[in-house]
C-alpha cells in the first residue's frame, strides 16, 4: 500500500495518483470543468465532480459515503484550483486531502498527466 498521506496540505504527483487510483489507495476527482473534460478526457480511474457544480459537496458526500477520513486526491488543469479546493475541503473537515499539484495539464514545475503518457478516458458528458 502506498503512503502519501503524512500531513495535511499534502501533495502528490501526477504518476503517484495514478498509481494510488489504480490500487484504490486514494479516490481521485477531477474537479475541472465539462468542457475541459471533453477537450482532453478525464484521468483513468478519476471520478469527474467539477469544483463550479453547486452541488459538489453533495456529490462528493454521495462518492464518499459521508465518510471524511476517506482518501482523496483532487486534480484540475495545472494545479491551481486543485490547491484551492484542497485547502477548502481540510476547512469543511475532510482528513485526508491531497493535491495532485501538477494537474492534467502540467505547468512550470512538473509535465502533469497528460504529458506523462497517463491515461485519459474519454468524457462522455
Not at 504527483?13 to 495514478?18: E, F, G, N, P, V
Not at 477531477?30 to 482532453?40: G, L, Q, S, V, Y
Not at 491531497?98 to 462522455?124: C, Q, T
Request: proline share 6%; net charge neutral; glycine share 12%.
Amino acid at each position: 500500500m502506498l503512503n502519501f498521506f503524512s500531513a495535511p496540505g499534502s501533495t502528490m504527483s501526477a504518476r503517484d495518483a495514478h498509481a494510488a487510483a489504480k490500487s484504490g489507495d486514494i479516490i481521485l476527482i477531477d474537479i475541472r470543468t465539462p468542457n475541459e473534460w471533453a477537450k482532453t478526457g478525464v484521468p483513468e480511474g478519476a471520478k469527474a465532480i467539477s469544483a463550479s457544480d453547486p452541488n459538489f459537496l453533495a456529490r462528493l458526500n454521495e462518492l464518499t459515503g459521508g465518510d471524511q477520513k476517506k482518501k482523496i486526491a483532487v486534480i484540475c488543469a495545472t494545479g491551481g484550483r486543485s490547491g484551492q479546493v484542497s485547502q477548502a475541503l481540510r476547512q469543511y473537515g475532510w482528513e485526508n486531502v491531497i493535491d495532485v499539484s501538477e494537474g492534467v495539464m502540467g505547468n512550470m514545475s512538473a509535465p502533469g498527466w497528460a504529458r506523462s503518457g497517463l491515461p485519459l478516458a474519454p468524457f462522455n458528458g
